[in-house]
């Protein structure tokens, strides 16, 4: 049997580029140990219906941050392995040593560091000075002192610092290898673990991908343009919700929470033309963004098309739709849109707002800068309804917006202070905007 040692597809020959991942020169030959012994097992478990097992109630712990617990779900499952990713340098470190000392009985594991560093780091915070601290790259030896602790949390900075016997640290086997033992001892003990992993300069972890699939929870930590601050986002989350987001500030005191994400993202807002806010959902929470377009007209053959912080592909169809019911000669111009604040952005309800941007842009008029919009927008022009619309715009209304623009037939909630506005295709936007 061949297995891409990147993503742990299995084929019965050898392939030069994987058909899951699309890597290439990744197949290696393992041993098939499927059937192995089979004739020889006589303690095979059997199956039960699911209303029979007997299952204990969902323990979380608290992370000691009110954001990091929302963003986990409630806190941190025992028997759960999760995985926190980012640039070295980014502040992984440091916020698993805030979180470490937030906790009663955590055992910090550092692979990278040396003890004594870890030690420089704690007083320059403040914090951890009773964290149990083992430095050692040895999987086993991690393993073993988890067990004589018994911690509720152990800490892995990082998983590809570590190695087994019989591979090097860093190796994709190796990490793969490493990964299963951690989920292994993690359901079989009820102990949590929390694993820090290193991505490319391409932005994906490093090392195979199949390990994103092994673990309970994938977390990335990213940098902010704006100087200074992180942002935490979940990517896949068995103990609740995807796409959450939190903003933490790096200090010299260490990582400090951002109570109010809007108001981060709105800070330095001026009232320019191709400035349109936005009124969004991240995972369990409203949050209000501002999306920025411009459109110069264009001196190249091909007009560029530069989308941060949005889906390429709704960018397109967002300005294919403003050329075909508005006549918005874009296809002559430069179009490009950024979302403020370095946040990333995939609900289609940022249509109607990337919508009001480019529009604005296009016609160099500014917009009333108390008007926020929420809403997707179809191929024919028509304006749909998206979801929680009532939580978007009470949290609008509690950042003072006087105005909302949606779509049509679907707020059931008014608001006390702010109007609601519903437009039901693009055409009543670009009529809308033209009177403001």
């Keep these: 049997m061949f297995v891409c040692k990147d993503c742990g597809f299995q084929s019965p020959s050898r392939q030069g580029k994987c058909p899951y991942c699309g890597e290439w020169d990744t197949f290696s030959e393992v041993a098939d140990e499927s059937t192995k012994g089979s004739a020889a097992r006589a303690d095979y478990r059997t199956s039960m219906k699911i209303s029979a097992i007997a299952a204990p109630k969902e323990e979380r712990i608290s992370s000691g941050n009110r954001e990091i617990d929302r963003v986990l779900g409630g806190g941190i499952v025992k028997s759960s392995v999760l995985l926190l990713a980012g640039a070295p340098g980014i502040g992984k470190s440091t916020l698993l040593l805030q979180t470490a000392a937030a906790l009663k009985k955590v055992l910090y594991i550092t692979g990278e560091e040396s003890a004594a560093q870890i030690k420089i780091r704690s007083e320059r915070l403040a914090k951890g000075g009773d964290v149990k601290l083992l430095a050692t790259r040895d999987i086993s030896e991690a393993i073993h002192e988890a067990s004589r602790l018994k911690p509720d949390l ?219 919009f929420t809403g997707e927008i179809g191929l024919g022009g028509e304006v749909r309804g998206v979801s929680r619309l009532e939580e978007r715009i009470k949290k609008a209304e509690n950042l003072g917006f006087q105005s909302v623009v949606l779509p049509a037939g679907g707020a059931l909630y008014r608001g006390k202070k702010i109007k609601v506005i519903e437009v039901g295709h693009i055409s009543q936007l670009g009529e809308l905007l033209a009177k403001n």
Excluded: W
């Design 154 to 372: 152990v800490i892995l900075d990082s998983v590809q610092a570590f190695k087994n016997s019989a591979a090097s640290a860093a190796s994709p086997s190796a990490i793969k290898e490493i990964t299963s033992l951690v989920v292994e001892y993690a359901k079989t003990t009820n102990t949590a673990f929390i694993l820090s992993g290193h991505i490319t300069k391409e932005g994906i972890l490093q090392g195979p991908k199949i390990i994103e699939h092994m673990v309970d929870g994938v977390f990335y930590l990213e940098e902010s343009p704006v100087h200074g601050y992180r942002l935490l986002y979940s990517t896949k989350n068995r103990f609740g919700n995807t796409n959450e987001l939190a903003v933490f500030h790096m200090t010299g005191r260490g990582i400090e929470t951002v109570e109010d994400p809007s108001a981060f993202f709105l800070a330095g807002r001026c009232n320019a033309p191709g400035s349109a806010a936005l009124c969004s959902y991240q995972g369990s929470s409203p949050f209000i963004a501002e999306i920025q377009a411009l459109i110069n007209t264009s001196s190249f053959q091909y007009p560029r098309r530069q989308v941060t912080g949005l889906e390429l592909n709704r960018a397109y169809l967002i300005i294919a739709i403003l050329e075909r019911y508005l006549g918005l000669k874009l296809s002559t111009c430069d179009v490009f849109l950024n979302v403020a604040g370095g946040i990333r952005i995939s609900e289609p309800g940022s249509d109607l707002a990337a919508a009001a941007a480019v529009i604005s842009s296009y016609r160099k008029k500014t917009m009333p800068k108390d008007m926020v």
